[in-house]
């Protein structure tokens, strides 16, 4: 199973990314899809989740009304759009895949599977 995030970059605040997740090794349509980050010196933290389909999502009061996160499930692909971002955004961010939606908001270490992280650095 790999989950291959990528996206990431420098940028300065108030600009835009767009990260995107490709999916391989399970039935991606079978798996919630949800986006982490983890700042320097930080825990790691839930910054949003999609249900199968796509038409169900929910985030994070930090980043809710800047962030959308989507899925193309011909693609194997799940994207998280950042418009309007911040310094305090700058972290690695992980996408992660668990057959169960609630469980993307539950105890990380029982989440089925993880990518590895892709930097995003907010510059002031």
């Known amino acids: 199973v790999q989950l291959q995030a990528s996206g990431g970059g420098l940028v300065q605040a108030g600009d835009s990314l767009n990260l995107s997740c490709a999916v391989s090794?399970?039935?991606?349509?079978?798996?919630?899809m949800g986006w982490f980050r983890q700042a320097p010196g930080k825990e790691r933290e839930f910054v949003a989740r999609?249900?199968?389909?796509?038409?169900?999502?929910d985030y994070a009061d930090s980043v809710k009304g800047r962030f959308t996160i989507s899925r193309d499930n011909a693609k194997n692909t799940v994207y998280l759009q950042m418009n309007s971002l911040k310094p305090e955004d700058t972290a690695a961010y992980y996408c992660a895949a668990d057959r169960f939606y609630s469980q993307l908001r539950g105890a990380q270490t029982r989440i089925d599977y993880w990518g590895q992280g892709t930097q995003v650095t907010v510059s002031s």
């Open positions: 999609l249900g199968l389909s796509g038409s169900v999502a």
């Open positions: 090794g399970i039935t991606f349509g079978n798996y919630c």
